[in-house]
């Protein structure tokens, strides 16, 4: 407990000493910071999304790539205020994993219909073609 504490005012002195160089050094390194420390928010965002989040998955054209899909996907995001998204493609299909965040509740048809909104304000000739589940539920066989 002792060394919790220790860690959390060593890394708020830390923390102190950052935002004070940033004042110190201008507007245009602050800015450079901040966007670091959003892309690192939004890195470690999609991490956990990956690892515990919801799934929704599509199939979507070969011609839209990982990196499409998170630039529309952030787009979106940022007006709507959406959870960022982890992004995989295997076989021809997309699976996108979100974590809502504290005061969201985002629910998968919410995902679905606003990524559509995405990928239709970029592609508006690309339909998405959501796959109910990859794998289906084996039923309970303890019958005697």
Known sequence: ?????????????????????CREAGYDVAEKVRQ?????RRESEASLAEICGERVIAKLPPNLQQFDIERLWRFEEYVVSLPTIAVE?????????YRNHTGQNHSAEDIRRHFESAVHRQHPDIQVEWVAELHPEKPNQETA
Do not use: P, T
Request: glycine fraction near 6%.
């Open 1 to 21: 407990m002792k060394e919790n504490g220790k860690r959390r005012s060593e890394e708020n002195a830390s923390y102190q000493k950052i935002v004070l160089a």
């Open 36 to 40: 670091f420390l959003d892309e690192q």
């Open 89 to 97: 493609i295997k076989h021809g299909l997309l699976n996108l994993a």
